[in-house]
């Protein structure tokens, strides 16, 4: 468990208003991911980031953008929000040593809606 | 390009019955890694087991057992005498060695009925 903590837990935005979902983690691990949780999809990438200022789109990060000025926060904000990105936001971190003892652990979750 | 395929999307069971819960991946690389995670009905994500791609000794632990076998491609996952507490749904995922990325199957929801 990496102390990761999300918020908000729940927003429900209308369509084409900016929304940041902020993403905390206490344990200084070096990764942190956005996730979107859809169903039939699983869990599906957006952005990542391997340290401060460092970010990288994922396989959906149309219509987000990321930031990450602080080791432990990790903000994505829906510029204009559209229904479509309705959907459950995970963060999850990764500490980043080598070799098979990393595992990544995840934020509770924040549930959007967009009206 | 990687891949994880988990084909059952729903299964139902009845307490105490053994179920198994199948992954299939795709890998061009010779060192990766597997991960089993459960996301019961409250919403977390919760980590249950890690493996590498050079150790293929399969691992029990309690219920829970899981079976990889790399001439298969497969990280199967074996829950033996289900309680309905197990009702969830379970995420397979892979990792390369070479970069920090995972990719996750669509999951698997099971349903242990009383």
């Known amino acids: 468990d990496a102390g990761i903590t999300q918020s908000p837990r729940h927003k429900v935005t209308e369509t084409g208003t900016p929304v940041t979902l902020r993403c905390h983690q206490t344990e200084n691990h070096r990764y942190m991911y956005w996730y979107r949780q859809d169903p039939g999809h699983g869990l599906r990438l957006i952005h990542y980031?391997?340290?401060?200022?460092?970010?990288d789109k994922g396989e959906v990060s149309d219509g987000y953008s990321v930031s990450r000025s602080k080791t432990e926060d990790f903000l994505l904000t829906l510029e204009s929000a559209t229904s479509s990105q309705t959907s459950v936001y995970f963060c999850?971190?990764?500490?980043?040593?080598?070799?098979?003892?990393?595992?990544?652990?995840f934020g509770p979750g924040t549930r959007l809606t967009v009206l | 390009a990687q891949k994880v395929t988990q084909a059952q999307t729903e299964i139902s069971v009845v307490e105490k019955e053994d179920v198994t819960l199948d992954c299939v991946y795709e890998t061009r690389d010779t060192t990766y890694y597997l991960f089993w995670y459960k996301q019961p009905p409250s919403g977390e994500l919760v980590f249950l087991i890690r493996r590498n791609s050079f150790d293929e000794q399969n691992e029990i632990s309690g219920r829970y057992s899981w079976n990889f076998q790399k001439s298969t491609s497969s990280f199967n996952f074996t829950i033996t005498a289900s309680q309905v507490v197990d009702s969830a749904v379970y995420f397979c995922a892979l990792r390369r060695s070479y970069g920090q990325n995972f990719v996750f199957g669509p999951g698997t929801r099971l349903s242990v009925l009383p």
């Open positions: 999850a971190t990764l500490r980043g040593l080598a070799g098979d003892t990393d595992t990544q652990y």
């Open positions: 980031s391997y340290g401060v200022k460092d970010t």
